[in-house]
């Protein structure tokens, strides 16, 4: 076992060297005014047998609680989480998410928590980032550790170590504590953290426990980076140094403190849809040299959500000062009552809108949630704890930096995962004049137990009486026709039937085929759109062209949707013409809204473009890839744009279709590869389709995980339990390009969901595309 106390204090409170006395196994000094940091490392064979048998079937678990009483953070310590306890995870294997032995230990150790098992109350965190990070999350609100503290006393201490009892006492006053167990390392780290006090310097160590002791101020060492921390101040391992060592270091730093603050109210009336306001202090991004971002990121319990439908668009986020929505967990039930409902909730990371114009004036965005149904209770109300969100800048960091081998480092807090790895967070300080609990308690209106029983007498009555005037209808039509007559109607009779009929046929067959007949669009005239954009021939340039011949050949990867290979779509000449051309223009790449609005976002889209000039080569591939398409009516191309990924740059999942509501959009894309340099990554990845061609001669052009070319029935579509493998990823080979519908042909302008993609990160290299999209009617 290993122990670490480390106290951080302002340069202001610092004591003298010479006044600690550090005798055989103690250390004692002055109190200080200081946040303290106590982490004990402890290997498996030193945990009680059933956190063993726990930790054999997990391969990584991370606990992170963060106390709801707002404190000040110093030093290393300036990450910041939603208070509450959260809880990431990743079993062994995928079956060990039923047992219900890691919510016992957790319920156990922190008292009354709604766990039932890791595969009914976690939430899955998504795979497809470029973080490393775990596969399931829990979160709970959870006001103090008081039963951990019980829990440490009872389990790990014997029953005459009074230091260790103080110890676990203590934890009860921590401000936050992290508890990180991997497979690999098989070492458990229990890290907890007390806020700036006055602190009692006394400590004594164990004889076999390795203990150092820290006392530290920030510092700026020579060469001190943005991304890095200084400090400077003593240290000390019990047992073995007679005197503290002085040290003076720096270490890379992933969180920072922004020095700007926020505070997080419910606007007034709550309603059933609340508005969670956040008021910030400041517009300024906390680095002028790099790209920053504000967010929030948002654990709500599943007493409440967002919806991600009403946060995808982007006129209603700006007009709430808010830019996007780039995580929401899934699945989010929007029509769910809670207590229909085993999961924990839902985390969301939504990107803020500050000012255009920055200044330190404070600003407002608005984040609108929706409540559930809860179970009835008494007196129509029940409780909810909503806990403020993490609001931070998140700064793209220079190339090359690396936040690893850091003392102090915290990862794994439910947001890092979300961001690249070179991502710095500023953390602003939550909190406002007089309000120390950073969480929301609101009062939901619910079905009054007293009243229930006028509620079903009430409803009962509604249904009772609406049968009988329906089947009193149906009577009274039987009586005047009697049932087979030939006595015809009249016409006024007939008019009252056929009334009568409508009335129920129409929302009765509206809903039952609900979800089944999408509407079909109807044929609107072509909209407005800015034609700078299309290639479109004007004046001098209608001059005949003379292109060589098409040269390529086309493999159909799949119909539904159509998504064909085209081996050889550029010459080796062209491919050389594209790359001259775009060299000089290419500039940092924008994120295109459905033609109307562009914006930068290197978390999302991390290369270079060039939109290139239409000279005759350019021309004759645009003709290539317009004839390619049959010559449909109503469709151009859109100017051609090359784009430049150097290492680590990417382009998340996206559609290229924005909307195909107005019966108009882009309809199809081709993506040419036209250059790579030594690549390694890079692949464009369709995580839903399948390809349902044989390894001979796909696997030549997508990654098969096993490719035995040689072997006709070798066979990398399925997997060994028989199930067809889901995801394609294209190599880039320089010449080829894919080509793919993005609508459905059934003129109801939904998007074919298998057309998301992505070009993965390029690992080494450089890899050069060309986007050749089409735009134009969506069925003609
Ligand atoms: O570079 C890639 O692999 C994909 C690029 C892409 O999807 C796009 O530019 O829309
Ligand atoms: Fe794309």
């Known amino acids: 076992m290993r122990h670490r106390i480390t106290f951080f204090h302002r340069n202001e409170h610092g004591i003298e060297p010479s006044s600690l006395e550090i005798r055989d196994r103690s250390i004692s000094g002055p109190d200080l005014v200081a946040v303290r940091e106590h982490r004990v490392t402890l290997a498996l064979e030193e945990l009680p047998a059933e956190l063993q048998e726990l930790l054999h079937e997990i391969h990584e678990l991370h606990i992170r609680w963060s106390s709801p009483q707002a404190h000040d953070t110093l030093g290393p310590w300036t990450s910041r989480l939603p208070p509450g306890l959260h809880t990431f995870y990743t079993p062994q294997t995928a079956s060990a998410t039923d047992s219900v032995r890691l919510c016992t230990q957790l319920r156990a150790a922190f008292g009354d928590l709604d766990c039932l098992s890791p595969a009914e109350s976690f939430t899955k965190l998504p795979t497809d980032r470029f973080s490393h990070s775990t596969a399931f999350q829990y979160f709970q609100p959870l006001d103090a550790l008081t039963n951990l503290s019980t829990y440490a006393e009872q389990y790990a201490c014997n029953s005459g170590d009074l230091d260790c009892k103080k110890w676990a006492q203590e934890l009860g006053n921590a401000v936050s504590l992290d508890l990180s167990y991997d497979a690999i390392s098989h070492a458990v780290k229990i890290t907890a953290i007390w806020s700036e006090q006055r602190q009692q310097l006394l ?52 969180h920072k403190d922004a020095s700007s603050t926020f505070s997080s109210s419910f606007l007034r009336p709550l309603g059933l849809h609340p508005t969670l306001q956040l008021r910030i202090n400041s517009g300024n991004p906390p680095s002028q040299d790099s790209s920053c971002s504000l967010h929030a990121y948002l654990t709500l319990p599943r007493s409440i959500f967002a919806d991600k439908y009403q946060l995808g668009d ?29 999961s924990w909730g839902s985390s969301v990371l939504l990107e803020l809108q500050p000012p255009s114009i920055q200044g330190e004036s404070p600003w407002t965005a608005e984040i609108p949630l929706h409540l559930r149904y809860l179970s009835p209770g008494e007196g129509g109300y029940s409780s909810i704890n909503v806990p403020w969100p993490a609001v931070f800048w998140a700064c793209n960091t220079e190339e090359g930096t690396k936040f690893v081998n850091s003392p102090f480092d915290r990862a794994n807090l439910g947001y890092d995962g979300l961001f690249g790895p070179r991502t710095l ?145 550029l010459s080796l000449d062209e491919r050389e013409h594209l790359f001259q051309i775009s060299e000089p223009l290419f500039e940092p790449s924008t994120i295109t809204n459905d033609g109307d609005k562009t914006q930068h976002n290197a978390l999302v889209r991390d290369s270079e473009v060039a939109l290139i000039p239409r000279t005759d080569v350019v021309r004759c591939i645009e003709e290539r890839a317009r004839s390619f398409q049959g010559w449909r009516d109503d469709l151009w191309i859109e100017r051609l744009r090359t784009q430049r990924y150097g290492p680590s740059q990417h382009y998340t999942h996206h559609f290229d279709w924005g909307s195909g509501a107005r019966g108009w959009g882009r309809v199809s894309s081709f993506m040419v590869w036209v250059k790579t340099h030594d690549i390694e990554g890079g692949g464009t990845e369709f995580p839903r389709l399948q390809r349902n061609g044989p390894d001979q001669p796909w696997c030549r052009w997508v990654e098969c995980p096993d490719p035995d070319l040689a072997n006709p029935s070798n066979d990398n579509t399925k997997k060994e339990d028989g199930e067809p493998i889901t995801g394609v990823t294209f190599k880039a080979v320089p010449g080829n390009a894919v080509f793919w519908e993005n609508f459905r042909p059934d003129g109801t302008g939904r998007g074919w969901e298998e057309t998301w993609h992505a070009g993965l990160p390029v690992r080494k290299g450089t890899k050069v595309g060309l986007n050749v999209w089409s735009w134009g009617r969506l069925t003609s």
Not at 322 to 342: G, T, W
């Open 203 to 254: 400590i004594d160590s164990y004889p076999d426990h390795r203990t150092e002791i820290g006392i530290l101020t920030p510092d700026s060492p020579p060469h001190l980076e943005s991304h890095e921390l200084g400090v400077t101040g003593l240290l000390t391992v019990l047992g073995e140094d007679t005197k503290p060592s002085p040290v003076l270091f720096a270490f890379p730093s992933r």
């Open 425 to 569: 967070f500023w953390h602003l300080t939550p909190g406002s004049e007089g309000k120390s609990d950073l969480n929301h308690q609101i009062r939901v209106p619910v079905l009054d137990l007293n009243k229930t029983q006028w509620v079903s007498t009430g409803t009962t009555a509604v249904v009772l009486v609406g049968f009988a005037y329906i089947v009193f209808k149906l009577a009274s039509v039987y009586w005047r026709r009697g049932y087979g007559s030939q006595k015809p109607a009249t016409k006024s009779e007939k008019k009252k039937h056929l009334a009568f009929v409508l009335l129920f046929y129409d929302p009765v067959t509206k809903y039952l085929t609900a979800g089944q007949e999408p509407q079909l669009l109807p044929r609107t005239p072509r909209p407005q759109i800015n034609e700078s954009l299309l290639a479109i021939d004007a004046g001098n340039e209608t001059a005949p062209l003379s292109c060589s011949p098409d040269a390529y050949s086309v493999h159909i990867l799949s119909k539904a949707p159509l998504v064909v290979y085209i081996e050889n779509f």
């Open 314 to 342: 982007e006129l209603f986020l700006s007009s709430k000062n808010l830019s996007a929505l780039r995580y929401i967990s899934q699945p989010v039930d929007l029509e769910a009552p809670d207590y229909a409902m085993n």
